[in-house]
């Protein structure tokens, strides 16, 4: 199951949506366009095209299914009592005292470029279920950091 905010969901929608209406019909122009020049068994145009449509189709599956088991989170019902899914997270490390900010995602939606952050990293699965003022010792790839948890809020 998937667990997702309505705003994430309604973009992997639409993201299914323009793959399956867009992108597939173009990726079998392009395989009959690839076709139309010729003998298969040496056109590595015919090749290429055919390992695209692959891979899209493989995407839309995927999303099919991360569509499928989806389950939208109500954010009025959360709490910040504890971190959870969609908590937005402010906390201190504790050795070199930088601040930082994220908000915790399903795979989705994470984009760390908007501070959003998988629930499956290190991080996230190291604040899960803690609460303001708690200390965290988390091990990331480059070693073990500590973080103090200075607000737990709920942003929508």
């Known amino acids: 199951m998937a667990y997702m905010s309505q705003e994430g969901y309604d973009k992997l929608v639409a993201e299914l949506q323009y793959l399956e ?4 019909p173009k990726a079998s122009a ?5 076709a139309d020049k010729g003998d298969l068994s040496e056109n590595s145009e015919y090749d290429a095209a055919k390992e695209a449509q692959r891979h899209l189709e493989a995407r839309i599956a ?4 991360t569509v499928a088991q989806a389950k939208i989170v109500d954010l009025s019902r959360l709490s910040t ?13 504790v050795k070199t005292n930088a601040k ?7 795979e989705t ?6 501070n959003k952050i998988s629930i499956k ?10 609460k303001v003022g708690d200390e965290v010792e988390i091990t ?8 103090r948890i200075d607000k737990i809020s709920i942003e929508a």
Not at 30 to 34: D, F, L, T
Not at 109 to 114: H, R, Y
């Open 21 to 24: 209406s867009v992108e597939r």
């Open 30 to 34: 392009a395989i009959a366009e690839a």
């Open 62 to 65: 995927e999303m099919k299914m």
């Open 81 to 93: 009592d504890a971190v959870q899914i969609m908590s937005t997270v402010e906390m201190t490390n």
């Open 100 to 106: 930082m900010k994220y908000t915790i995602v399903s």
């Open 109 to 114: 939606e994470a984009n760390l470029k908007q």
């Open 121 to 130: 990293t290190p991080i996230a699965q190291g604040l899960l279920n803690k």
């Open 140 to 147: 990331i790839p480059r070693g073990t950091i500590v973080l």
